[in-house]
Every structure is written in structure tokens, then in C-alpha cells.
């Protein structure tokens, strides 16, 4: 089949898929209507737009997720090369857009939180100009430091605690990590070349040689359903404070 055929006939079988589709989201959506706090109009012009940007990355990531499902069950019926054509043309980039989201997800709520914590601390008077840290110095150490002056902002802290936490990035490889700083396993297909160096008792030196497998949406769709779940935990705390 060429590639027009292929990615034509592929493309029709997902929207058939999506049209006929009534269940419940996979992961649901986040809501865009939010109440507004009545404090000044920094912190309300703040606020609304902090929401909503984290609510527009949520929900991509939602989307992503869900796509990612459905082309799980649309290459079911394809034999094995179209199937690695496919993935490279609609699952690859997806995947690791996916897999990266929740520390991004994260940032970003440690940084608006941050910052509305900035806003009103010196409204208030509870925070002192010294203390305010530039945007590209903002991170958890921040907030945490900043938040304390509030009881919901302690609770925000332990919710983004399990955001992009040790058992996700095991399940998933460290992949986001490993993206950013050295060859990650490869996404769909393919194998990452590893050389592992150690220093066993009695040698100066050792080398193993390997690969490492990809990662795959099949292997990673569960984890990334329940990280949803943490992510959407961290923003309604997020709400919270």
C-alpha cells in the first residue's frame, strides 16, 4: 500500500472511530469556568490567565491520550510494516509529547502558584521585595518557600509532590529526563544503543554493551491515564490556594 493510500485510509478508519465513539473520555477534560478572586487587578488578571493556560495544557494532554488509544485500536488491523509506517507518521511525536507533559504540567503550576503567591504576599505585606525571585529563578524551593503563609499552599506543595514522581518516570523509562539530556529509548520502535561503565572489585575498569527497547504506547497508555488523575489532583490544589 503507498504511503497515500495508507495514511488516507488510516486517517478515514480514526475518524469512523471517533464519530461512533460514546464513551466517557479516557481522560476527561478540565472545565474553563473558574471563580474569580476579588482580591486586586493584578491577581485577578493573573489568575484567570494562569488558569486557563493550565487548563488549555491539561487538556491537551488529555487529547493526546485519547488519540493515542484510538490509533491503538485502528493499527490493530494492519500488518506489521504499515504499522511501523503509521506510528512514525501519527504515534511518535504524540508519545513523547505525552511523556514529557506532566513535568512540564508541573512547572508550570509551580510557577503560577508562585507567582499569585508573590501577588498577594506583598498585598498583604507577608512577603518582602527581597524575597521576590526573578521568573527564571522560579522553582519548587519557591514555592514552597513563599506558600507556607498559606495552609492550602502546604497542600498544594505535597499534591505536586506526586506529579512526574519516582514511580512514573520508572514506569516510563525516565524518558522526559533521558530526552532532555542524553538518548532516550527510542519512541514506538527502534533500539537505543547503551554502553554501561562500572568499576567491579580487582579491575580498573568495565564496559557492558546493550540496547535499550522502546517505549510504546501500549507499554505506557495505563501510566499515562493515571497521571492524568495526579495532574488533575495538583491543579485543583492548585485552585485551592
Request: charged share 25%; hydrophobic share 40%.
Amino acid at each position: 500500500m503507498n504511503f497515500r493510500v495508507l495514511t488516507t485510509d488510516a486517517y478515514a478508519k480514526l475518524h469512523e472511530l471517533i464519530a461512533s465513539n460514546s464513551e466517557r473520555p479516557l481522560v476527561p477534560f478540565l472545565g474553563f469556568e473558574y471563580p474569580e478572586s476579588q482580591s486586586d487587578i493584578a491577581y485577578r488578571w493573573q489568575e484567570r490567565n494562569f488558569t486557563q493556560e493550565l487548563a488549555n495544557a491539561f487538556n491537551m494532554y488529555a487529547l493526546r491520550v485519547g488519540r493515542l488509544s484510538l490509533w491503538e485500536e485502528v493499527l490493530r488491523s494492519y500488518a506489521e510494516d504499515d504499522v511501523l509506517e503509521l506510528r512514525l507518521e501519527f504515534t511518535t511525536l504524540p508519545l513523547d509529547y505525552c511523556l514529557s507533559a506532566p513535568y512540564k504540567f508541573k512547572s508550570r503550576i509551580v510557577f503560577s502558584a508562585t507567582q499569585l503567591c508573590y501577588t498577594k504576599g506583598i498585598s498583604d505585606k507577608l512577603v518582602s521585595k527581597e524575597s521576590v525571585r526573578a521568573d527564571d529563578k522560579i522553582d519548587t524551593s519557591a514555592l514552597v518557600e513563599v506558600a507556607k503563609h498559606w495552609p492550602s499552599g502546604l497542600e498544594l506543595v505535597k499534591a505536586l509532590r506526586d506529579v512526574d514522581a519516582q514511580q512514573y518516570r520508572e514506569a516510563t523509562g525516565n524518558y522526559r529526563n533521558k530526552s532532555q539530556h542524553r538518548p532516550p529509548p527510542c519512541s514506538e520502535f527502534g533500539h537505543t544503543t547503551s554502553v554501561v561503565r562500572s568499576f567491579p572489585l580487582g579491575y580498573s575498569v568495565s564496559y557492558s554493551f546493550g540496547e535499550l527497547p522502546p517505549l510504546t504506547t501500549g507499554d505506557v497508555l495505563s501510566v499515562l491515564v493515571a497521571e492524568a488523575d495526579r495532574m488533575k489532583t495538583a491543579f485543583l490544589a492548585y485552585r485551592a490556594l
